[in-house]
C-alpha cells in the first residue's frame, strides 16, 4: 500500500497498475473532504441529545474517523446515551444536520481541484468510475449532486446497496461485479482503517489517500 499526501495524476495511477481499467473511490475523506462536516453534524445532534456531552468537534472527529453511522450509534446507544431512539431515528437528525451543513458550503470548501481534475483525466481516458461509500444514500446522492459529480460515476453503491459493509470487502466487490471486471483491471483510492481493511481483503490494488491530511 503506497500513502499518498497529494493527489496522484493519472500516469502515477497507471504505474500502480498498468491494467487500470476502473477506479474505485471513497466518498468522505477521499473524494470529498467531508469528515469535520460528519463530526460537526453529529456533534450538534448529540449536544441536543445529551445535556452534559462534552466531547468536543475534534475528539468526535479522531475518535470515529471513517466509522459507520451504525458504529457511531452503537457507540453511544451501549453508554446508555441515547434513550429509545432507533439507529433509523438517529441516522434521519443526523444526516438532516450534515445537510444543512454542507448547504452552507461552497464547492471548493469540499473537494480539492487536483481531485476534479484527477476524475476528468479518467473520464478522457475511458477508465471507469465508481463510487463505493458506507454513507447513506440520502446524503451521497444530495452531495454529489451539490458538487455536480453524479453523471461522473459509471456506478454508485451506498451504505443500503449491499447487505454488507466496509471492513468487509463485499462492496468493492459488488463493484467489480456490476462492471463485468476482474480483480487486476481496477485500482481503489480510500482513506480510512475500515476502508483500508475493505480494500485489502477485496484482493484489488488500492492505495492509501492522505491529501485531505488525516494521517
Not at 97 to 115: K, N, R, T
Not at 173 to 183: F, H, M, P, R, S
Amino acid at each position: 500500500m503506497q500513502k499518498w499526501l497529494q493527489v496522484p495524476k493519472i500516469t502515477d495511477l497507471k504505474q500502480l497498475n498498468s491494467k487500470l481499467r476502473a477506479c474505485f473511490w471513497d466518498m468522505d475523506g477521499t473524494l470529498i473532504n467531508t469528515e469535520r462536516l460528519h463530526a460537526q453534524a453529529a456533534h450538534s445532534l448529540l449536544s441536543q441529545l445529551i445535556p452534559a456531552f462534552s466531547m468536543q468537534v475534534d475528539e468526535l472527529e479522531e475518535k470515529f474517523y471513517g466509522e459507520t453511522e451504525s458504529f457511531v450509534y452503537s457507540f453511544f446507544k451501549q453508554k446508555g446515551f441515547l434513550g429509545d431512539m432507533d439507529l433509523n431515528q438517529f441516522l434521519e437528525q443526523k444526516n438532516r444536520s450534515f445537510l444543512g451543513l454542507i448547504s452552507q458550503c461552497q464547492a471548493q470548501e469540499m473537494i480539492s481541484p487536483d481531485v476534479l481534475q484527477l476524475l476528468r483525466d479518467l473520464k478522457k481516458e475511458k477508465i471507469l468510475l465508481a463510487l463505493v461509500t458506507s454513507s447513506e444514500r440520502e446524503i451521497t446522492y444530495p452531495l454529489l449532486e451539490q458538487l455536480e459529480l453524479t453523471s461522473t460515476f459509471d456506478i454508485i453503491l451506498t451504505r443500503q446497496d449491499t447487505p454488507k459493509n466496509k471492513p468487509h470487502p463485499l462492496p468493492y466487490l459488488t463493484a467489480l461485479e456490476k462492471l463485468k471486471l476482474n480483480v487486476g483491471d481496477a485500482l481503489i483510492l480510500e482513506d480510512s482503517p475500515a476502508g483500508l481493511a475493505a480494500a485489502h481483503a477485496s484482493g484489488i490494488r488500492y492505495l492509501k489517500a492522505n491529501w485531505y491530511s488525516h494521517s
